[in-house]
């Protein structure tokens, strides 16, 4: 299915332009979906121009014109997409926040986008800018959603989405040349015009505008559907921040150029119900939403019957042996085809069902490593999840992984049309045609991200494995080197060692030392569990951790890390040469992870100085006396002799790749 | 003192205040055997407004809901609804009268889904008969979705869609009281009653409450009479404050005034003797 052939002219470049073309093509087919009171409420292409059009003409009608920029601030709600567009169609630029941020935060972006109207979800959102309106001169209008407890709020410069609507429709009919003047605008807008500005959480400093052109988005959400092959007969979730640039991307860009429909659930906390009704072909996720399905799953299993553990066992195992074979169209015996056949029918059917995952297409994961294990469980069950790289600044799409050519660790191959190049230092740079226009007011920032020739720095560093795949190691600045010249990735190592569900957080050195260290915290549930089953006795996380059982089971996962690093060629040189576990779990409250839990190595480095001398010097215990914060904020201190463990490294054995990442 | 107290009618207790009286109590005792759990005492409400009844531990609040939506029945003294003087009246009178109520304990079932529990709110409204609704076919079908769009514009209302099909019991606390003011709300009361709200929540879920509750009066206008314990909580919430000590009403006002009262305030922290 290749997509009706409209689809394939190039007519289009701007969203409102795709909007007014599905109205004609796809008028009868669903364009968005909302889940409300419980219904799944659906509205056609065509119903869809409509609402966007009495908005906009209602927007028109409190001043909003070519060149202003509107605030989106709320939840994946079909208005709140509407309003995106319409803003487009008058010439504007939507510009979305993320609608958690505190008062603080939105107030500094509303004020450097200069945005003069705002539209809200709810009430919660309206009293956060009104609470901010004084350091807002700039801000004249906001408009919302839901009217809910906003009744007694004084109206002056506050619009219901609905009333503007209204008056929209109103204008129209009471001037037949306003639609005309609609149409005649946004016949006029060119693909190089602005259409969006999107600012980007920044970790570090302010927050930065990335301007987008409709060009970027639409060739980037062109190449990204032919990757794909979508067409109008896809279905999505729209449940990611509006704010961030993916959501664009899949629920409005890509929706808009093959004319699919996008589902908004109830709420967040429906997502999960929501999407096996819905049953998405086109789904992404970030990595951890499919580590917790897995685990929901096999937490589950382990209370089922013993009959179906047992046929899920083994249906399991059977998957792991020629699912993703099947899936990747390699040669399988019949016999295990037959067999796996039956599986669909008995087991990997019914888990589908179960995540919503019936009818999946492709599905994406992106932003953080995944873990081998999980990745493969779903490929097995013979979903097609696949991996890509991208970035705000990219219009998303940098590499993505081509169907039959899946690995694990690596990222996949550039996108089409997209350039890529490592620089000396291992940074991956690229160019494309979705590369962004500029930070809004921030000449520096663009001149220090982008190069006069085109090219844009990821601040990732990584290299192109030896299959032609991009291999993303660490942010760029983490990266260091042994003394003897070898690459050191911390966090490369870190994720390869917190893969092993007995290991809860890592913290690797050696950046200008002999080798590298690392320091593991296990995992209390896991290895809690483990000894349960072993009879093991322990009082507390120390003694746990303490525990020469335990210590032998680090080890062996250790080792087997290094081993993983021996087969890459790059990373053979940085293997585990000691490691110990630490007598405490690192912990925000002590300042050791930050509040979203990352760990904050030099702070750890400094706090913990005494093992890290440890380590280097050779000595195989340590005493060791660390002040701790209780959860009521009382101090107290932790002793402890903490043993440091010797490992083998093993011999580079490159080429190994490819095994490795199986 | 047995003399049977006749309505007074709409007498005001020295205050104006914009709305007419809903509920008017008039010298109400109450007593099980030699225990007085109320004595004499008056007080109103009035449609639209927040009132919260507060008292130490055994000071009779609860006494008093109960007394109100009819499952005790006072030895003397009136009760006037809406202009109209009853004496007695069983609880499912006063349901179908508009007075819906909550528990100090949660009162639901545990085995059914949020959704079903949160249906039984509509029985009394429901008007099909048994056998249509055991058919459930035409009118009784019909009535039905009608009151299914009633629970969900409260499901919605409260923001429990995510746990719709969930059986109560597996619920955490704060969600099962949630549920509870759904089921109040389903049936469209004119006075909420709700005995602790906050019991036993943590902050914000407390605030949550509140909000609700706040909501609740607002939008739909409801009338609301509240006991709890969160002085924060009632001093935000409500409009006026009746106060009870061992069965006596020792002050009724505004928060502010009945927070400076001095009678209330040595009843809280107690009085050397």
């Keep these: ?662 | 003192m047995n003399v049977l107290v006749k309505p007074t009618g709409m007498q005001a207790d020295g205050e104006t205040a914009p709305g007419e009286v809903l509920l008017r109590i008039d010298s109400v005792s109450l007593s099980f055997g030699g225990v007085r759990a109320i004595t004499n005492i008056s007080f109103d409400i009035i449609k639209g407004e927040v009132r919260a009844i507060i008292g130490p531990n055994g000071a009779g609040k609860t006494s008093m809901l109960n007394v109100i939506n009819g499952f005790y029945h006072p030895q003397e003294g009136t009760i006037t609804w809406r202009g109209k003087v009853r004496r007695k009246m069983k609880p499912y009178e006063a349901a179908s009268h508009g007075i819906a109520r909550t528990f100090q304990n949660v009162a639901l079932f545990k085995g059914m889904t949020t959704l079903d529990n949160i249906m039984t709110g509509r029985g009394l409204k429901m008007h099909s008969g048994f056998l249509w609704q055991c058919l459930r076919v035409g009118p009784a079908l019909r009535e039905e979705i009608e009151h299914r769009r009633k629970v969900e514009e409260i499901i919605d209302f409260l923001e429990i869609q995510a746990i719709r099909k969930t059986p109560v019991g597996r619920l955490p606390y704060g969600l099962q009281k949630r549920v509870e003011l759904a089921r109040a709300l389903a049936m469209e009361p004119e006075l909420l009653l709700l005995d602790e709200p906050m019991a036993g929540m943590n902050l914000e879920e407390k605030e949550d409450m509140s909000r609700f509750i706040l909501d609740v009066n607002q939008q739909f206008g409801t009338t609301i009479a509240l006991i709890e314990h969160d002085m924060g909580v009632v001093m935000d919430l409500s409009d006026r404050v009746v106060v009870l000590d061992y069965g006596r009403k020792i002050a009724d006002g505004p928060p502010e005034e009945v927070q400076a009262n001095q009678d209330v305030i040595d009843a809280y922290l107690g009085v050397s003797h």
Excluded at chain 1, 400 to 423: N, R, S
Excluded at chain 1, 505 to 520: K, L, S, T
């Design chain 1, 1 to 662: 299915m290749a997509g009706s052939p409209v689809v394939e002219r190039l007519d289009e470049d701007t969203f409102p332009k795709f909007l007014l073309r599905n109205a004609r093509v796809f008028a009868d087919r669903p364009a968005i979906r909302e889940k409300d009171l419980g219904i799944w409420q659906a509205w056609t292409w065509a119903e869809a121009l409509e609402e966007i059009r009495a908005f906009a003409l209602g927007l028109r009608g409190i001043g909003f014109s070519a060149g202003d920029k509107i605030a989106i601030i709320g939840g994946n709600r079909p208005r709140m997409y509407w309003s995106m567009v319409a803003a487009q169609s008058l010439g504007g630029m939507p510009v979305p926040l993320y609608a958690d941020s505190v008062a603080e935060e939105m107030a500094y972006v509303l004020e450097h986008a200069e945005v003069r109207f705002a539209c809200v979800e709810d009430q919660e959102q309206v009293d956060k800018i009104l609470s901010t309106s004084d350091a807002l001169p700039k801000l004249e209008q906001i408009v919302y959603d839901d009217p809910r407890g906003l009744r007694d709020y004084d109206h002056t410069r506050l619009h219901s989405f609905e009333a503007l609507q209204e008056a929209g429709r109103a204008a129209m009919a009471a001037d037949g040349s306003l639609e005309a003047a609609w149409l005649d605008g946004i016949k006029a807008a060119k693909g190089s015009d602005l259409a969006m500005i999107l600012y980007t959480s920044g970790t570090t400093g302010r927050p930065k505008g990335v301007m987008l052109s409709f060009d970027n988005l639409v060739i980037s959400a062109r190449n990204g559907n032919a990757f794909d092959k979508l067409d109008e007969h896809e279905e999505t979730l729209a449940y990611l921040p509006l704010a961030w640039i993916g959501d664009y991307v899949f629920s409005i860009a890509q929706s808009y150029i093959a004319g699919y429909c996008v589902n908004c659930p109830e709420s967040l906390e429906t997502v999960l119900s929501d999407r096996q009704e819905i049953a998405p072909t086109y789904f992404f996720a970030p990595p951890r939403v499919f580590e917790g399905m897995l685990t929901h799953i096999m937490v589950r299993m382990e209370d089922a019957g013993p009959l179906k553990k047992k046929m899920f066992d083994g249906f399991m195992a059977l998957a792991r042996r020629v699912g993703e074979r099947i899936l990747n169209g390699e040669p399988v015996g019949f016999r295990d085809r037959l067999a796996y056949a039956l599986g669909e029918i008995m087991v990997y059917g019914p888990l589908k069902n179960q995540m919503g995952f019936t009818r999946l297409k492709v599905g994406y994961t992106a932003g953080e490593a995944i873990g081998p294990e999980i990745f493969r469980f779903y490929r097995s069950l013979g979903l097609n999840l696949k991996q890509l790289y991208g970035q705000t600044e990219a219009s998303v799409y940098i590499t993505m992984q081509p169907d039959g050519q899946i690995f694990g660790d690596t990222v996949g191959t550039p996108a089409p049309d997209v350039e890529l190049k490592i620089a000396e230092n291992g940074e991956v740079l690229y160019r494309s045609p979705g590369v962004f226009v500029g930070y809004y007011k921030n000449e520096e920032a663009t001149r220090a991200t982008k190069t006069e020739d085109g090219w844009v720095l990821t601040g990732d560093a990584g290299y192109i494995a030896e299959n032609g795949h991009l291999k993303i190691i660490d942010r760029a600045k983490d990266v260091g080197k042994l003394t003897d010249g070898a690459l050191f990735a911390p966090k490369y190592i870190e994720n390869k060692l917190k893969f092993f569900p007995n290991v809860k957080e890592v913290v690797a050195f050696g950046d200008g030392r002999d080798f590298c260290g690392v320091f593991v915290n296990i995992d209390l549930t896991a290895v809690g569990s483990w000894a349960e089953r072993n009879n093991v006795n322990y009082a507390s996380y120390q003694e746990l951790a303490a525990h020469p059982d335990v210590y032998d089971m680090i080890q062996d996962h250790v080792d087997q890390v290094n081993r993983d690093l021996a087969a890459e060629p790059m990373m053979a040189g940085a293997q585990i040469k000691r490691f110990l576990i630490l007598h405490k779990e690192l912990d925000a409250d002590d300042g050791e992870l930050t509040r979203t839990q990352k760990v904050r190595r030099s702070f750890i480095a400094e706090r913990y100085a005494p093992l890290i001398e440890a380590i280097y010097d050779g000595s195989t215990r340590k005493h060791v006396r660390t002040e701790v914060t209780f959860e009521d904020g009382r101090k107290g201190a932790i002793e402890a002799d903490v043993e440091i463990r010797d490992l083998t490294i093993h011999p580079s054995s490159g080429g190994g790749l490819q095994e490795a990442a199986e």
